[in-house]
């Protein structure tokens, strides 16, 4: 039997991890309890915060795709770690930066999402070296070095989130992905050695907060279209822990 191809656009949503403490207190209660106790391990406050939002967003947006409630959700990890839902007929992940998380959501297939603050202290010669494909080095060596710096945290948030959808992390030698460097990346410019049978990798850039960069990777089937994004939802913090009714004035 034929499988029919999903006509539905991948997803993705931003989420400002902040809540007071009384709101976290219930956006925790989203969680399972593992994600819990691994919150209540974080020697700063702030951290445990950002984990609280960043999980309870996943745990909302899996719900509002047909996962059940966020505390009765059954999650798993793949052999690298990368989460995924239990029986689960969409495919859902998580980046967090700073004081912001991306969650992305495929119908089409494994997706990966990355956001990553401008950092342009970090980049030096030998990291560049330590990331980049032959392909990657011979497209920096035509920059010159103010560009470079820009040029890496585009290439590394792609690169990223090709890592993300694959399930591979950092297990996969990263000289094995090219990804494009310029401003606009093409959909289609991500090349795997080797490829992915029956895979083909589509390529998004996503907007990102001042100082942020973001992308996203789809791996859908060989020889479908590539199916672009919807525009990026903001998720508040309301849309979360939606604030109690206030009572009527008589």
């Known amino acids: 039997m034929t499988a029919v191809a999903s006509t ?29 106790q691994r919150c209540a391990r974080f020697v700063f406050p702030w ?17 509002r795709h047909g996962a059940g409630p966020p505390s009765q959700q059954r999650w798993t990890k793949g052999p690298h770690g990368k989460p995924a839902l239990v029986d689960s007929a969409f495919e859902i992940n998580l980046s967090h930066a700073g004081d912001w998380a991306l969650v992305a959501v495929s119908h089409d297939g494994p997706v990966g999402v990355d956001i990553e603050a ?98 996203m990777v789809v791996l859908q089937p060989e020889g479908e279209p590539a199916r672009p994004p919807g525009p990026l939802q903001w998720l508040s913090l309301d849309d979360l822990d939606p604030p109690p009714q206030s009572a009527g004035m008589g």
């Open 8 to 36: 539905t656009a991948p997803g993705a949503w931003l989420v400002h991890l902040w809540a007071p403490p009384e709101r976290e207190a219930r956006l925790l209660r989203l969680l399972s309890e593992d994600d819990r």
């Open 47 to 63: 951290l445990e915060t950002r984990f609280a939002v960043a999980h309870a967003a996943l745990r909302v947006i899996a719900s």
């Open 118 to 215: 401008l950092a342009p202290e970090r980049v030096s010669p030998g990291m560049v070296k330590t990331v980049t494909s032959e392909l990657e080095r011979a497209a920096f060596a035509t920059l010159c070095e103010p560009q470079h710096s820009a040029a890496f945290f585009r290439l590394w948030v792609r690169k990223e989130a090709m890592l993300k959808a694959l399930g591979t992390g950092l297990t996969r030698r990263l000289g094995t992905i090219d990804v494009p460097l310029q401003t606009e990346a093409p959909p289609d410019g991500v090349v795997l050695r080797p490829p992915v049978p029956g895979r083909r990798p589509w390529l998004w850039d996503l907007p990102a907060p001042l100082g942020y960069l973001a992308a």
